[in-house]
């Protein structure tokens, strides 16, 4: 066999097809020596290059196509040393396709030197950490040239196996050498980065600073403003417009962070670029994962999509000698040609994966927008059950995470193809997205295992069933890897233990996960967890999941009093600050968690003085919101209709201060003026009679204050509750009549609008109208004022709508009973009798009809039935 025979104990050989190749191959021209000490230019004749090339493609020809030989080689490597399966962390179908098109472009580019080493470069540079040694090398290359002895037979002349040799041996010594002396270099990158933005977090709080002095000093200006003339506030005012601009010029420093240093020198460069601000967005996290090749590849794919979005064909090196410019300002004393070397070796690389793929962005979304226009339902129904019967073969144990309907499942699928090509369309949100779904999926616990098969399953069922063309397998193939490196690489970093505990629903494993986290962090363990711009709540998603033993465990973590010799760690601010609605979440979601909540929300002393203890209740969060506003705790606890909850002594604090701080003012200056208007009504409809007048002037007043006064006020109660329905779009389906949800949901509505109606038929009604042109009459009452005359209409109508208004008052006025707590309890428990008493008086009724009947039935001779 070819190579060193020390790694034939670890791999089966073919003894024939090695045999082949060994003497395919003299003696005196083998090289099976890598050199891992230099990366030098790889200098082959034209002949050897001719032969070389014709070869590979030889071997190519012996499978069906580009993509089965690509499987094959990797299989090939695969079954010559399984432990290299790390080696390989992408879906087979993706890691097969690259490893085929990085040999194949290498040994195309033969001809061309340059070409080669540049593509090698970017080899080595994607595999920095992997763990490359000269005996995996050795394996993976004897396993190829054993394939290709395996399928061309006597076909592989000695000069076409010496040449694939050769290329295969520079390039695995040219990775080793790279992942050896690029280490240095990705040190030196950390180091500099680190030190040319020093002052980023210097500058933000200074912001903060600056943030909060500003808006003490609106403060001070707002309260000269109420003691200062008009001539001395104008005085004031200039002279502190003076002072902001003198503020202004003298913060205009030089820039202190990398990307102020950039935007200027680029500016004063003439260079500035709307893609520029692209990269220097994801900058940080390029610089940052250097040594991180496959997040380095994510990150430079990303990045190619959106600034396809911005620029067609930029100029990549621009941004180099803008970039060198701004590090050269911001390390003046510690920058050195080791620096100038490593930066310089860190955007050529990013530009040449940047360049490798920015000028491809519009045709593979042109060609998958064609292609995906061209489906029809049917062939998408059988796309997504050929997928799922390709995935459940790969991986039969992922069924269990596939328990979802049939027209659930295929909405998974379609919404698969149809991100595929978002992706081009919308890189952003799509982004965005996926890194929400990522942390889904952290929820869900998914293996990471099983993304790989599901991408294979994706592209090997539109390869076979649709026959496409490969130019748009290709960039399926590319837009779904992308998909899946995102969502894995968002699994990985969401998946903490905390999660994991959760997941399992068990208070041990989550209490020795907590036990971990330093005081002042447990907070953020159990409420955040973030990847990129999207973050998840482990609690929220405790509480939604129905794993509420963790949940429980976690309330009582964060609501637990900690110290150490600095400061107290409460966790009740964190946990408002991130759910402001936590309250209506367990309300709605998990009812049992209110009291382990409301519990942690009371401290109690352990210490009693005369029998009693102090007790602080921490309601701040229920009283008022982050904006000053009252929030919805009080209204969703009450429509629980709980009454385990309404005694808790957290809610029985809350609703006294409520009550007496905001609510009991507000109530009696309410109901001081409806009991007012009845007072008005009473006078004027039942107390005074005309008799004289004396007192018919007085019906008059109280009628016209009514008429004039109390009811505009309702009706314009009534109007704007309608119009705030519709601008909210609260409104519900009575019949055909669309009316508001609070007319549903408050009784007292509808009552207010029916006393509204009543008091505009009195007003209709009104006798003392109809007599004011006949006050003079002769009958009984006659005067001015009247309401008497024969000329009144519909007297019993206007009497029939004052009994109505009158008990509507009466029924409105039952609030009051709420200044009294036995009154209020007896209104409560009458309220629900009352549907009770309806009931038995039915019953009472249909006894009394069934006893009347069946003696008006019956025969008998008693002489008082007869007559």
């Given at each position: 066999?070819?190579?060193?025979?020390?790694?034939s104990s670890?791999?089966?050989?073919?003894?024939?097809?090695?045999?082949?190749?060994?003497?395919?191959?003299?003696?005196?021209?083998?090289?099976?020596?890598?050199?891992t000490?230099?990366?030098?230019?790889?200098?082959?004749?034209?002949?050897q290059?001719?032969?070389?090339?014709?070869g590979?493609?030889?071997?190519?020809?012996?499978?069906?196509?580009?993509?089965?030989?690509?499987?094959?080689?990797?299989?090939?490597?695969?079954?010559?040393?399984?432990?290299?399966?790390?080696?390989?962390?992408?879906?087979?179908?993706?890691?097969?396709?690259?490893?085929?098109?990085?040999?194949?472009q290498?040994?195309?580019?033969?001809?061309?030197?340059?070409?080669?080493?540049?593509?090698?470069?970017?080899?080595?540079?994607?595999?920095?950490?992997?763990?490359?040694?000269?005996?995996?090398?050795?394996?993976?290359?004897?396993?190829?040239?054993?394939?290709?002895?395996?399928?061309?037979?006597?076909?592989?002349?000695?000069?076409?196996?010496?040449g694939?040799?050769?290329?295969?041996?520079?390039?695995?010594?040219?990775?080793?050498?790279?992942r050896?002396?690029?280490?240095?270099?990705?040190?030196?990158?950390?180091q500099?980065?680190?030190?040319?933005?020093?002052?980023?977090?210097?500058?933000?709080?200074?912001?903060?600073?600056?943030?909060?002095?500003?808006?003490?000093?609106a403060?001070?200006?707002?309260?000269?403003?109420?003691?200062?003339?008009?001539?001395a506030?104008?005085e004031?005012?200039?002279h502190?417009?003076?002072?902001?601009?003198?503020?202004?010029?003298?913060?205009?420093?030089?820039?202190?962070?990398?990307?102020?240093?950039?935007?200027?020198?680029?500016?004063?460069?003439d260079l500035?670029?709307?893609?520029?601000?692209?990269?220097?967005d994801?900058?940080?996290?390029?610089?940052l994962?250097?040594?991180?090749?496959?997040?380095?590849?994510?990150e430079?794919?990303?990045?190619?999509?959106?600034?396809?979005?911005?620029?067609?064909?930029?100029?990549?090196?621009?941004?180099?000698?803008?970039?060198?410019?701004?590090?050269?300002?911001?390390?003046?004393?510690?920058?050195?040609?080791?620096?100038?070397?490593?930066?310089?070796?860190?955007?050529?690389?990013?530009?040449?994966?940047?360049?490798?793929?920015?000028?491809?962005?519009?045709?593979?979304?042109?060609?998958?927008?064609?292609?995906?226009?061209?489906?029809?339902d049917?062939?998408?129904?059988?796309?997504?059950?050929?997928l799922?019967?390709?995935?459940?073969?790969?991986?039969?144990?992922?069924?269990?995470?596939?328990?979802?309907?049939?027209?659930?499942?295929?909405?998974?699928?379609?919404?698969v193809?149809?991100?595929?090509?978002?992706?081009?369309?919308?890189?952003?949100?799509?982004?965005d997205?996926?890194?929400?779904?990522?942390?889904?999926?952290v929820?869900?616990?998914?293996?990471?295992?099983?993304?790989?098969?599901?991408?294979s399953?994706?592209?090997?069922?539109?390869?076979?069933?649709?026959?496409?063309?490969?130019?748009?397998?290709?960039?399926?193939a590319w837009?779904?890897?992308?998909?899946?490196?995102?969502l894995?690489?968002?699994?990985?970093?969401?998946?903490?233990?905390?999660?994991?505990?959760?997941?399992?629903?068990?208070?041990?494993?989550?209490?020795?996960?907590?036990?971990?986290?330093?005081?002042?962090?447990?907070?953020?363990?159990?409420?955040?967890?973030?990847?990129?711009?999207?973050?998840?709540?482990?609690?929220?998603?405790?509480?939604?999941?129905?794993?509420?033993?963790?949940?429980?465990?976690?309330?009582?973590?964060?609501?637990?009093?900690?110290?150490?010799?600095?400061?107290?760690?409460?966790?009740l601010?964190d946990?408002?600050?991130?759910?402001?609605?936590f309250?209506?979440?367990?309300?709605?979601?998990?009812?049992?968690?209110?009291?382990?909540?409301?519990?942690?929300?009371?401290?109690?002393?352990?210490?009693?003085?005369?029998?009693?203890?102090?007790?602080?209740?921490?309601?701040?969060?229920?009283?008022?919101?982050?904006?000053?506003?009252?929030?919805?705790?009080?209204?969703?606890?009450?429509?629980?209709?709980?009454?385990?909850?309404?005694?808790?002594?957290?809610?029985?604090?809350?609703?006294?201060?409520?009550w007496?701080?905001?609510v009991?003012?507000?109530f009696?200056?309410?109901n001081?003026?409806?009991?007012?208007?009845?007072?008005?009504?009473?006078?004027s409809?039942?107390?005074l009679?005309?008799?004289?007048?004396?007192?018919?002037?007085?019906?008059?007043v109280?009628?016209?204050?009514?008429?004039?006064?109390?009811?505009?006020?309702?009706?314009?109660?009534?109007?704007?509750?309608?119009?705030?329905?519709?601008?909210?779009?609260?409104?519900?389906?009575?019949?055909?009549?669309?009316?508001?949800?609070?007319?549903?949901?408050?009784?007292?509505?509808?009552?207010?609008?029916?006393?509204?109606l009543?008091l505009?038929?009195?007003?209709?009604?009104?006798?003392?109208f109809?007599?004011?042109?006949?006050?003079?009459?002769?009958?009984?009452?006659?005067?001015?004022?009247?309401?008497?005359?024969?000329?009144?209409?519909?007297?019993?109508?206007y009497?029939?709508?004052?009994?109505?208004?009158?008990?509507?008052?009466?029924?409105?006025?039952?609030?009051?009973?709420?200044?009294?707590?036995?009154?209020?309890?007896?209104?409560?428990?009458?309220?629900?009798?009352?549907?009770?008493?309806?009931?038995?008086?039915?019953?009472?009724?249909?006894?009394?009809?069934?006893?009347?009947?069946?003696?008006?039935?019956?025969?008998?001779?008693?002489?008082?039935?007869?007559?």
């Amino acid at each position: 066999s070819l190579g060193h025979r020390a790694n034939s104990s670890v791999f089966p050989v073919a003894p024939l097809a090695m045999m082949q190749v060994d003497m395919a191959i003299p003696d005196e021209e083998r090289e099976d020596v890598l050199n891992t000490t230099s990366f030098e230019l790889l200098e082959m004749t034209q002949e050897q290059t001719e032969v070389t090339q014709e070869g590979w493609q030889m071997f190519l020809d012996c499978y069906e196509s580009m993509d089965a030989a690509g499987e094959a080689l990797h299989d090939a490597i695969i079954d010559a040393a399984p432990t290299l399966t790390t080696l390989f962390t992408m879906p087979r179908a993706v890691s097969a396709m690259r490893f085929r098109e990085g040999l194949h472009q290498i040994i195309n580019s033969l001809a061309e030197p340059d070409d080669v080493k540049n593509l090698v470069d970017i080899l080595g540079f994607k595999h920095l950490n992997l763990e490359l040694t000269v005996a995996r090398v050795e394996v993976i290359r004897d396993a190829i040239l054993e394939l290709m002895g395996n399928e061309m037979g006597p076909s592989l002349t000695p000069q076409m196996a010496m040449g694939v040799l050769e290329v295969l041996n520079y390039v695995g010594g040219a990775l080793i050498y790279i992942r050896s002396h690029y280490a240095e270099r990705v040190k030196i990158l950390n180091q500099s980065w680190e030190e040319a933005n020093c002052e980023r977090e210097k500058k933000k709080e200074k912001q903060k600073d600056a943030q909060e002095r500003a808006k003490a000093e609106a403060e001070e200006l707002k309260k000269l403003k109420e003691s200062l003339s008009q001539d001395a506030l104008a005085e004031e005012e200039a002279h502190e417009a003076r002072m902001l601009k003198h503020r202004q010029q003298k913060e205009q420093d030089v820039p202190r962070t990398f990307f102020d240093m950039f935007c200027f020198n680029a500016a004063v460069m003439d260079l500035l670029q709307p893609w520029m601000y692209e990269v220097l967005d994801c900058f940080d996290i390029i610089v940052l994962n250097a040594g991180n090749t496959f997040r380095l590849q994510e990150e430079c794919d990303i990045l190619t999509l959106k600034m396809a979005k911005v620029h067609k064909n930029p100029n990549l090196s621009d941004f180099k000698a803008v970039m060198l410019a701004s590090l050269r300002s911001l390390i003046p004393k510690g920058w050195s040609a080791q620096h100038e070397a490593a930066w310089t070796w860190l955007w050529e690389h990013v530009e040449s994966l940047l360049q490798a793929q920015i000028g491809r962005i519009s045709q593979r979304e042109r060609l998958l927008a064609n292609f995906f226009a061209s489906l029809d339902d049917e062939s998408r129904i059988s796309v997504t059950w050929a997928l799922y019967a390709k995935f459940f073969e790969l991986v039969p144990a992922g069924q269990e995470y596939f328990k979802q309907s049939a027209s659930r499942l295929a909405m998974i699928a379609n919404r698969v193809l149809e991100m595929s090509l978002d992706l081009f369309k919308y890189p952003y949100r799509i982004v965005d997205e996926i890194s929400a779904l990522g942390l889904r999926h952290v929820g869900y616990n998914v293996p990471i295992e099983y993304f790989g098969p599901f991408v294979s399953a994706c592209i090997e069922t539109l390869q076979g069933k649709l026959a496409v063309a490969e130019g748009i397998a290709e960039s399926f193939a590319w837009s779904v890897g992308i998909i899946s490196r995102m969502l894995v690489r968002t699994i990985k970093e969401g998946s903490t233990i905390v999660m994991k505990a959760i997941n399992q629903n068990d208070k041990e494993l989550l209490r020795s996960a907590l036990s971990c986290a330093p005081r002042g962090a447990r907070a953020e363990w159990v409420l955040t967890i973030s990847v990129g711009t999207q973050s998840i709540s482990p609690l929220l998603w405790a509480v939604e999941s129905g794993t509420w033993k963790a949940a429980e465990l976690i309330i009582e973590d964060l609501l637990t009093i900690r110290a150490d010799r600095e400061q107290y760690y409460y966790g009740l601010d964190d946990l408002f600050e991130r759910h402001p609605d936590f309250v209506e979440i367990l309300a709605t979601k998990a009812t049992s968690l209110l009291k382990p909540l409301f519990d942690g929300m009371i401290w109690r002393s352990h210490l009693a003085h005369d029998g009693l203890r102090r007790g602080n209740y921490y309601i701040k969060h229920l009283v008022a919101d982050s904006k000053g506003n009252f929030p919805d705790a009080m209204e969703n606890l009450v429509s629980l209709q709980n009454p385990q909850i309404a005694l808790h002594p957290l809610i029985m604090r809350l609703s006294d201060v409520i009550w007496t701080g905001v609510v009991r003012s507000r109530f009696l200056r309410n109901n001081a003026w409806l009991l007012f208007t009845l007072l008005l009504f009473l006078i004027s409809h039942g107390m005074l009679h005309g008799e004289d007048s004396a007192s018919r002037s007085t019906i008059f007043v109280c009628r016209m204050l009514i008429y004039v006064f109390a009811m505009p006020v309702l009706i314009h109660g009534r109007v704007r509750h309608i119009r705030q329905a519709i601008r909210d779009r609260e409104l519900v389906q009575l019949g055909c009549i669309p009316v508001p949800q609070r007319y549903v949901d408050n009784w007292r509505e509808p009552a207010a609008v029916l006393l509204v109606l009543a008091l505009l038929i009195s007003l209709c009604l009104e006798p003392i109208f109809y007599c004011a042109n006949h006050s003079s009459g002769s009958f009984d009452g006659a005067g001015l004022f009247t309401d008497l005359c024969p000329e009144a209409k519909d007297r019993e109508v206007y009497n029939l709508m004052s009994m109505v208004v009158i008990a509507v008052y009466m029924v409105l006025l039952m609030d009051l009973a709420t200044l009294s707590r036995h009154m209020a309890a007896y209104v409560l428990v009458a309220l629900n009798v009352l549907p009770e008493l309806f009931l038995l008086l039915i019953s009472i009724g249909f006894l009394i009809l069934m006893f009347a009947t069946c003696i008006a039935v019956s025969s008998n001779d008693v002489a008082s039935f007869q007559t």
